[in-house]
């Protein structure tokens, strides 16, 4: 049987300039990366909660969430379907694994983005090509400047030491395969719209970094 690629695109009576005129703000997608323990997750929650607060609609994907359910691994999906179907759709954390995972997160964060929704993510993203590629995904059905990719910068040292979920401390022991930072690469953004020295500042200070930022890129009400 051949498959049908037979599909349309159906455009929406309700554009996104309607949708961000009710919001009264601008759509975008705030992309976190950095090593695990930067701080990524803890900084963009305090932007959503901060934003939340001034009435912006908001929405946070972060990583370790979306792997429990639309990137679950195989062995989640066994629970509720077949070894085979949980062997194609799950995502570990191999290379190509990780590229469809970021994929699967940029078309739904352009989903938020073309609502009018400033949707924020946390992920490690180490390889620049996926980061690039969501890049080419919302800016395609946008703009430019409706990507603003967040780099935390928090040294390997500070995370390591931090190693809120003992992650760091398998890797070097051997128990932990393909780990970003110990025996995987992560790739650093090189043109960041944002910069945050990670172990530098308190996670409120870096939020309102952040905060400052979007207000300049005018993705926020002008105060």
Same mark, same amino acid.
């Given at each position: 049987?051949?498959?049908?690629?037979?599909?349309?695109?159906?455009?929406?009576?309700?554009?996104?300039?309607?949708?961000?005129?009710?919001? $009264?703000?601008?759509?975008?997608? #705030?992309?976190?990366?950095?090593?695990?323990?930067?701080?990524?997750?803890?900084?963009?929650?305090?932007?959503?909660?901060? &934003?939340?607060?001034? $009435?912006?609609?908001?929405?946070?994907?972060?990583?370790?969430?979306?792997?429990?359910? &639309?990137?679950?691994?195989?062995?989640?999906?066994?629970?509720?379907? %077949?070894?085979?179907?949980?062997?194609?759709?799950?995502?570990?954390?191999?290379?190509?694994?990780?590229?469809?995972?970021?994929?699967?997160?940029?078309?739904?964060?352009?989903?938020?983005?073309?609502?009018?929704?400033?949707?924020?993510?946390?992920?490690? %993203?180490?390889? *620049?090509?996926?980061?690039?590629?969501?890049?080419?995904?919302?800016?395609? %059905?946008?703009?430019?400047?409706?990507?603003?990719?967040?780099? #935390?910068?928090?040294?390997?040292?500070?995370?390591? *030491?931090?190693?809120?979920?003992? &992650?760091?401390?398998?890797?070097?022991? $051997?128990?932990?395969? $393909?780990?970003?930072?110990?025996?995987?690469?992560?790739?650093?953004?090189?043109?960041?719209?944002?910069?945050?020295?990670?172990?530098?500042?308190?996670?409120? *200070?870096?939020?309102?970094? #952040?905060?400052?930022?979007?207000?300049?890129?005018?993705? &926020?009400?002008?105060?």
């Amino acid at each position: 049987m051949s498959e049908n690629v037979d599909i349309t695109w159906h455009d929406h009576h309700v554009s996104r300039a309607d949708r961000e005129k009710l919001n $009264g703000h601008g759509g975008g997608v #705030v992309w976190f990366t950095g090593l695990s323990g930067s701080g990524k997750s803890t900084v963009a929650n305090a932007v959503d909660g901060k &934003l939340h607060q001034m $009435g912006i609609h908001t929405f946070l994907l972060d990583g370790d969430n979306v792997r429990h359910g &639309l990137n679950a691994s195989g062995k989640i999906l066994e629970e509720s379907y %077949s070894p085979e179907f949980a062997q194609r759709f799950g995502l570990g954390f191999g290379a190509q694994d990780r590229a469809e995972n970021i994929r699967r997160i940029g078309a739904v964060a352009d989903l938020f983005c073309q609502a009018g929704v400033l949707v924020l993510t946390a992920f490690v %993203s180490p390889y *620049q090509a996926d980061r690039d590629a969501v890049r080419r995904i919302v800016e395609s %059905s946008g703009s430019a400047g409706d990507f603003i990719e967040v780099f #935390v910068d928090t040294p390997l040292a500070v995370c390591e *030491q931090r190693d809120p979920k003992g &992650l760091y401390k398998k890797a070097r022991a $051997g128990e932990i395969k $393909g780990f970003t930072g110990i025996d995987n690469p992560y790739e650093a953004p090189a043109k960041p719209e944002v910069h945050l020295a990670g172990g530098d500042y308190s996670p409120d *200070q870096l939020a309102d970094q #952040v905060i400052a930022e979007l207000r300049k890129m005018r993705k &926020l009400p002008q105060v």
